[in-house]
């Protein structure tokens, strides 16, 4: 293992790189041994529509980056319309949401057993002695969640690269805390069952998709809203954070009425119901959502309700903004912006077609316009040069990482999902982390000399000044790597 004069070494250099993050000068990538311009667009090509590029990705990005790109939309898209690929030992998390809705209800019943077998008082409830089995159904559905995650993000084997980044900024969009309990064993089914399919469809599927879904139904109440205890906590995030913005232009009395609207969608976990639609829940009232009536139609009033806010220039608008926030710049640039947002009301929110504009957009290509990896895009892009995570050791490894960089997975605990933008993560004390990772890591795999061509020479010359056993963590820890 480097000591730790190496790795303040490291670290020092780390931090001189990442400094010049916007300086022309460096963007511009100019200079003897800076990247050709064709090696520049494939890493930013297969490290934004992907985590980091393979051996197989890097030669086929640098020889035509463009192409490459708007191919891996289409690929991206038939991927998810076909089934995931999961291990055995994790294929319960996608388990048809019926039996997922019983085997939870079964642990809160053996848990019950549990807390009276242990008798009154605060410890033993807590502890739940000889807790095994049934009682830990929860935790394992989302340890297997978390696990896939990280199988589906470093490995092409397992996953479309473009489809795992598509179905985490989906997910973040949408996002729904594992810490809430009710909503910890339905989360792979979420990811797997909700976001992935729809990763590249119309957004108003997605979204609809997911109002329907227990984890979204129980992580913002909806389960508990009917028509004798409204409950505005989901309606008001609906519009505030998945579709119009804060600055829409509802009303407090448009929340209040979308609320309205939405009573009755709940689960039923005593009959092992997923999603239900209770009739004698909902309020069977005249509502008005943004100046449109809504009479009593049951089901169908939150279905066209929740299609309507999709369809709206405002959410258009933030969708956009968010995807070129995530694919191209912190501060996207405004026209980029614009033309996205037609894309998306001219194809009634087709997201493969908002894609192709992106990725087809000069913005997009840009020098100047730089991303810094969060904590889960350098664990999945470090993971990727290793060939994928190679066991359980290394997914426990690799989670206690993103929890100790503060992206724990699944584990945003308010539905405004992870920020991503440089100014959150990139510290210090955050980049001593990063290369305490990468160090590890690279213990069991071999130098990733494929992916030498993608640094500068600055970064070639640091490296090749130690020893063979540290190359590997410098490149992984270099401030190269950690830019996409």
């Known amino acids: 293992m480097p000591t730790a004069t190496t790795l303040n070494r490291l670290l020092a250099w780390t931090l001189a790189g990442l400094a010049s993050l916007g300086s022309p000068a460096l963007l511009a990538q100019t200079g ?77 019943e053996a848990r019950k057993t549990l807390r009276v077998q242990a008798g009154p008082g605060a410890a033993a409830q807590a502890a739940l002695p000889g807790a095994v089995g049934a009682e830990m159904f929860s935790r394992e559905m989302a340890q297997s969640a978390a696990a896939w995650r990280l199988l589906a993000c470093s490995d092409p084997a397992v996953e479309n690269p473009l489809l795992a980044r598509m179905t985490e900024f989906w997910f973040n969009h949408l996002n729904v805390f594992v810490g809430k309990g009710t909503v910890r064993p339905f989360v792979g089914h979420y990811v797997i069952n909700v976001i992935r399919p729809h990763a590249l469809g119309r957004f108003e599927d997605l979204l609809l998709a997911s109002a329907q879904h227990p984890a979204m139904l129980f ?25 119009l913005g804060v600055n829409g232009g509802y009303t407090q009395n448009d929340v209040r009425e ?129 060939g994928g995570a190679r066991d359980r ?49 690279a213990q069991r795999m071999p130098e990733p000399a494929y992916l030498a061509v993608f640094l500068g020479s600055a970064t070639r010359e640091r490296i090749g000044r130690e020893v063979p056993p540290l190359r590997t963590g410098l490149l992984l820890a270099s401030p190269d790597f950690m830019r996409k």
Not at 222 to 243: C, D, F, V
Not at 405 to 420: C, F, L, R
């Open 393 to 441: 050791r290394e997914i426990v490894q690799t989670l206690g990482f993103l929890a100790q960089a503060g992206q724990p997975m699944h584990g945003w605990q308010t539905p405004d999902g992870y920020k991503t933008d440089a100014a959150t993560w990139l510290a210090p004390e955050a980049l001593t982390r990063r290369a305490d990772y990468a160090m590890a890591l």
């Open 219 to 243: 992580y913002l109440d909806q389960a508990q809203s009917n028509s004798r205890g409204l409950n505005e906590n989901y309606a008001r995030e609906l519009m505030e954070l998945h579709t």
């Open 32 to 108: 003897a041994g800076a990247p050709s311009a064709n090696t520049a667009a494939g890493w930013r090509a297969t490290s934004r529509l992907g985590y980091a590029p393979t051996p197989a990705s890097a030669q086929a990005a640098q020889a035509g980056p463009r192409a490459w790109a708007l191919q891996q939309i289409e690929a991206a898209y038939a991927a998810s319309r076909r089934a995931p690929m999961l291990p055995a030992e994790l294929a319960r998390i996608n388990a048809p949401l019926n039996d997922i809705a019983r085997d939870f209800q079964a642990e809160r």
């Open 258 to 386: 979308l609320a309205r609207i939405l009573t009755g969608w709940t689960v039923n976990l005593r009959d092992g119901e997923g999603f239900r639609f209770a009739e004698r829940l909902h309020d069977r009232g005249d509502k008005t959502l943004l100046g449109r009536p809504y009479v009593s139609q049951g089901m169908a009033e939150g279905e066209d309700a929740i299609r309507f806010l999709a369809r709206q220039p405002a959410t258009a608008r933030r969708i956009a903004t968010r995807l070129a926030s995530f694919f191209v710049a912190d501060q996207p640039p405004p026209a980029l912006v614009d033309r996205l947002s037609k894309t998306f009301v001219s194809t009634q929110g087709d997201i493969r077609a908002v894609m192709r504009t992106l990725v087809a957009a000069p913005e997009f290509w840009a020098a100047e316009n730089q991303l810094f990896k969060t904590p889960l895009d350098y664990a999945c892009s470090a993971l990727t040069a290793a």
